[in-house]
């Protein structure tokens, strides 16, 4: 367990859950390095210099040559922001009988730890083999150019003798980069790399830029685990690390709201995990089941069918689904107005956050308010139905256009003169879906 150049306390936590977990390994062997705190001639902390390659470089041949001397039949990679969600990933490596294997991580992009294609110079290579691979539509075990980030070898094999991080390849020219050095001295050992995507193993945060910090780091690896937990149990921290609450606010709105349909549990357990993991409080409404209403219900709340109604896209009447949505978001409305709320954020339970979002939504509620705009409602998420040309940017706001025909009320900002143009237009009147009637009431909607 090594630990060096750092700027918290990762020493005292790696340290404190190394003294309640020791018994658990056969062998444990602990190089804590206080100071330096930093590289000499690095610019910042995410800057990958020279110095720190050849520092990581040196603490994994250390690690490989530990294995080889206590006949290890195996050594396994994995960086630490790797996350691993398969229980059974290590047995299933072991399986296919290779001698540097890699299960292919999840990201938030088309980024993986695999390459398909290397340039003569030791470089990333495009090739039309990656996508198929990396989305799954070809499934398997596949031999490839380069893994990196999570891997195992087996040191059974008679050529995993040869198998170097460090020092180079005496024969080694390119680019000096601790996994290019690896893929190099397993092309010189005659040992193919192989990636496995048979299942789903793992995520894993796409790498920042040398200009980022290490709020940027821990804000990437926040949304890893955000995207884990959307379709696979959480991911809990250890029982043997003591973890900080935290101390959730409403993000500066008078109110936040969470429509959840209250059969649909799992979804709302999620949903608050994800808030609270994000430092948002926010209040549940309880989302109108709209096929559990009858016909007298519906008719005793004063709805009335909007004449003619087909969806524009299916040609069909509105479904009890559509009128439970759009009861759902029309009773924040009123809540919003009796309550005399100012700016509230409004959110639905299947919500997927993106990277960075609480601190990009700040940067835009700020700008709002120095700008002085007047605005009624801002969609945070949605789904463009109109791309035939570009919508118009607002002045002096980033990230900010003048929505054109949209659809989805997954996420928005509403203010309290924004509810009560709403709730004027009586919609219940003539009601149809909350996603037809938005773009009616800010004059984009096509028909």
């Known amino acids: 367990v090594a630990t060096d150049h750092n700027k918290d306390n990762t020493t005292a936590i790696l340290r404190d859950w190394l003294v309640k977990v020791q018994n658990l390994y056969h062998y444990v062997e602990w190089r804590p390095k206080e100071e330096p705190r930093h590289y000499g001639d690095e610019d910042g902390p995410k800057h990958w210099t020279d110095l720190r390659y050849e520092h990581v470089m040196k603490l994994r041949q250390v690690a490989l040559e530990s294995a080889r001397e206590m006949w290890a039949d195996y050594f396994m990679l994995v960086d630490?922001?790797?996350?691993?969600?398969n229980p059974n990933v290590l047995?299933?490596?072991?399986?296919e009988n290779k001698t540097i294997i890699a299960p292919m991580l999840e990201s938030r992009a088309a980024y993986s730890n695999f390459w398909c294609g290397m340039t003569s110079q030791g470089y990333y290579k495009r090739t039309p083999a990656y996508i198929p691979m990396r989305k799954q539509v070809r499934k398997g075990c596949f031999?490839?150019?380069?893994?990196?980030?999570?891997?195992?070898?087996d040191l059974r094999k008679e050529a995993s003798r040869q198998l170097a991080f460090h020092p180079p390849h005496p024969e080694y020219s390119w680019a000096f980069d601790d996994i290019i050095v690896f893929a190099f001295s397993a092309r010189m050992a005659d040992v193919q790399m192989f990636v496995c995507n048979k299942e789903t193993y793992g995520y894993f945060p796409v790498p920042l830029r040398s200009h980022n910090t290490l709020q940027d780091e821990a804000d990437s690896f926040l949304h890893s685990l955000l995207e884990v937990n959307v379709r696979n149990p959480p991911v809990m921290s250890s029982k043997y690390i003591p973890v900080p609450r935290k101390q959730p606010d409403k993000l500066g709105f008078d109110e936040v709201f969470m429509i959840n349909l209250q059969r649909r549990t799992d979804r709302r357990e999620r949903m608050l995990r994800a808030l609270y993991e994000q430092e948002i409080t926010c209040k549940v409404i309880a989302a109108v089941d709209g096929k559990a209403m009858n016909v007298s219900e519906v008719q005793a709340m004063g709805i009335h069918m909007l004449p003619g109604y087909s969806d524009p896209y299916h040609g069909r009447p509105l479904t009890k689904g559509e009128l439970g949505?759009?009861?759902s978001h029309y009773n924040i409305w009123k809540?919003?107005?009796?309550?005399?709320?100012?700016?509230?954020l409004v959110i639905e339970d299947d919500l997927r956050f993106e990277v960075f979002f609480k601190r990009r939504l700040k940067n835009l509620m700020s700008e709002l308010e120095e700008e002085g705009l007047?605005?009624?409602l801002i969609y945070i998420g949605r789904k463009r139905m109109q791309v035939d040309h570009p919508e118009k940017a607002v002045?002096?706001?980033?990230?900010?256009?003048?929505?054109?025909?949209?659809?989805?009320?997954?996420?928005?900002?509403?203010?309290?003169?924004?509810?009560?143009?709403?709730?004027k237009a009586e919609p219940l009147k003539r009601i149809l879906p909350v996603d037809e009637f938005l773009p009616i009431m800010y004059n984009k909607h096509p028909v």
């Open 91 to 95: 047995w299933k490596l072991m399986k």
């Open 374 to 376: 007047d605005w009624d």
């Open 395 to 423: 002045p002096n706001i980033h990230n900010l256009v003048e929505a054109d025909y949209s659809y989805w009320t997954l996420g928005y900002m509403i203010s309290l003169q924004g509810a009560e143009k709403l709730l």
């Open 80 to 85: 630490c922001d790797n996350l691993l969600t």
């Open 325 to 327: 949505c759009f009861l």
């Open 143 to 153: 031999a490839v150019p380069m893994v990196h980030s999570t891997f195992l070898i």
């Open 335 to 344: 809540e919003i107005v009796e309550r005399r709320l100012q700016t509230s």
